[in-house]
């Protein structure tokens, strides 16, 4: 069976009306689009691209993840429970998310050496709330 170019199309596809206007969307930056006719555009908010800025999904991040973005410089602050058990982080884009920790003698030297802020919570609140 030979292909014609309308073969491409889906069987529901439906054509513009004939003088209809034609939003046009480009790709101007590496996290932006321009919408819009000819010229006259509109720029849309910037997209919150997690991957491209290292840091994990979420507001719960697995230790590994949160090793990774401390050692890469993404983590400004963390607040330990008053168990030890876990931390709420503060990452360098101010989101936060809350990480449970195994025991790991070296975390307060690795935080120390990538210049994070450490405190303890004193109060019996959760982290997170």
């Known amino acids: ?19 209809s206007t034609t939003v046009v969307a480009e790709q101007s930056g590496p996290q932006s689009l321009t919408f819009g006719s000819g010229t006259a555009g509109q720029q849309a ?22 090793i990774n973005a401390v ?33 790991d003698p070296d975390l307060v030297d690795i935080l120390a050496r990538n210049g994070v802020d450490i405190s303890v919570s004193e109060g019996e609140q959760q982290l997170g709330q």
């Open 1 to 19: 069976m030979a292909a014609t170019p309308d073969a491409a199309r889906a069987a529901d596809f439906v054509a513009p009306p004939e003088g």
């Open 45 to 66: 908010p910037a997209l919150r691209d997690d991957a491209a800025s290292g840091l994990p999904e979420g507001n719960q991040w697995r230790y590994s993840e949160f």
């Open 71 to 103: 050692q890469g410089g993404k983590v400004e602050r963390v607040r330990f429970s008053k168990d030890g058990s876990m931390l709420q982080l503060t990452a360098i884009d101010g989101r936060r998310a809350t990480v449970v920790l195994p025991n």
